[in-house]
């Protein structure tokens, strides 16, 4: 069975920091693309950034570029999100989701639950 768990979400003050992790199991783990998506209240759902399965190339929406760093640890199953600098427009439930393969561009088809991200100004 397919498992992304995310953590790490919470309240913090724009200007300031928070690492998500994407805990993966029940799959390849290497094998597979990981993005990162965040959906707000009354917003669609958007991808934030994404990792292929080498570490060889990345995406990152135009509004974290700077700011967000994605990376994995195979060893681990996990995939984590480094926000620096956060702003209250950030403020959404993020959650992990697998892709159909290697590259960040596939559909994807497992999605975790999420966890809440709030910025306070």
């Known amino acids: 069975e397919v498992q992304l768990v995310e953590s790490g979400g919470g309240l913090v003050q724009a200007g300031g920091s928070l690492r998500l992790s994407c805990a993966a199991s029940?799959?390849?783990?290497?094998?597979?693309?990981i993005g990162w998506f965040r959906q707000a209240p009354g917003k669609e759902r958007e991808v934030v950034s994404c990792?292929?399965?080498?570490?060889?190339?990345?995406y990152y929406v135009d509004s974290v570029k700077g700011r967000f760093t994605i990376s994995r640890d195979n060893g681990k199953n996990t995939v984590y999100l480094q926000m620096n600098s956060l702003k209250p427009e950030d403020t959404a439930v993020y959650s992990c989701?697998?892709?159909?393969?290697?590259?960040?561009?596939?559909?994807?088809?497992?999605w975790g639950q999420g966890t809440q991200v709030a910025i306070s100004s």
């Open positions: 029940g799959f390849t783990f290497d094998d597979y693309a």
């Open positions: 990792i292929n399965s080498n570490h060889g190339s990345t």
């Open positions: 989701a697998v892709a159909s393969d290697r590259h960040c561009a596939a559909s994807y088809r497992y």
